[in-house]
């Protein structure tokens, strides 16, 4: 898909209030596409649709719950009302918890599952068949390099990365049948709202580390404005897999090349984060 150009197409971008889901938003707004969008902050969602407006396109916004299938359903009839299907899907919201397994409990699986993993099913549930039936569009889930590089205080947010990829990778066979492209996203470290949003458990589980670990993400990571015009260039040549940053892509190579390296790179940044926490 062509995506330096949009004008008369649309997207649809779930968590589009912050971060990657709002610097994407604006930039098809820049490329002159309009867009549906969601979001659990009604208040952000607002600044983006004015942001969108003075853009000169129009923005449709909606609060959603992307892990609940029946207001996924409502907003997927509000916007097939406007529309035939939509030209661009960006299943993007996401949530995140630092912990292992052993102090990560049912309630948080229940609700990053729901989020990170059933959102992107609900999203594609809704939204991927209108545009099959067209036979044209297509799919963006963002998974992440933790979903190809599992650590142990990421041991929940892994495992619905790694899902998002595999199911990422079986929906491209599926719906390219259908003239209808998918692409996984797997961005490194992007400065976002994610990880003052986390659920921190166990031994980290202090508001000072809280705040050590949020800073270092937002001092060190490149910006979403940054992240989403790698993921717009990446869906425009048809890529099945697009890390996003430096980190994720020498994660990705790792993962193939020398997995054990890769295993006890990982092994070192939790050594890191223990000290980081030990030090408060």
């Not at 707004?29 to 129009?58: H, M, P, W």
């Not at 729901?114 to 963006?140: D, E, K, Y």
Request: net charge positive.
């Amino acid at each position: 898909m062509d995506l330096r150009n949009l004008a008369g197409r649309t997207a649809l971008i779930t968590g589009a209030g912050s971060g990657i889901g709002r610097a994407t938003t604006l930039l098809l707004a820049d490329r002159g596409a309009d867009v549906f969008i969601c979001d659990l902050n009604e208040a952000a969602l607002k600044e983006v649709k004015e942001e969108v407006s003075a853009r000169g396109q129009t923005a449709v916004t909606r609060r959603v719950d992307v892990s609940r299938r029946d207001e996924m359903e409502a907003f997927a009839e509000e916007v097939h009302r406007d529309v035939e299907a939509v030209d661009i899907l960006m299943n993007n919201a996401g949530v995140g918890i630092f912990g292992g397994f052993q102090v990560t409990t049912l309630d948080d699986w229940d609700w990053i599952l729901g989020v990170n993993l059933l959102g992107v099913i609900h999203g594609t549930h809704f939204f991927a068949p209108p545009m099959a039936r067209r036979g044209s569009g297509h799919v963006i889930n963002v998974s992440s390099a933790a979903g190809y590089m599992a650590t142990e205080p990421l041991s929940a947010y892994s495992t619905t990365k790694f899902a998002v990829l595999g199911f990422s990778e079986a929906m491209r066979q599926e719906l390219s049948r259908s003239g209808v492209g998918v692409t996984a996203i797997c961005p490194g470290i992007i400065n976002t709202p994610i990880v003052r949003s986390a659920r921190m458990r166990g031994p980290r589980a202090t508001p000072r580390f809280h705040e050590r670990i949020s800073k270092h993400y937002e001092t060190q990571a490149q910006s979403p404005e940054a992240a989403a015009a790698k993921i717009l260039k990446a869906v425009g040549k048809g890529r099945a897999v697009a890390p996003i940053g430096w980190d994720a892509h020498v994660a990705y190579y790792l993962k193939r090349l020398s997995p054990r390296l890769l295993n006890w790179l990982a092994g070192k940044a939790n050594q890191r984060l223990e000290r980081r926490q030990e030090q408060g």
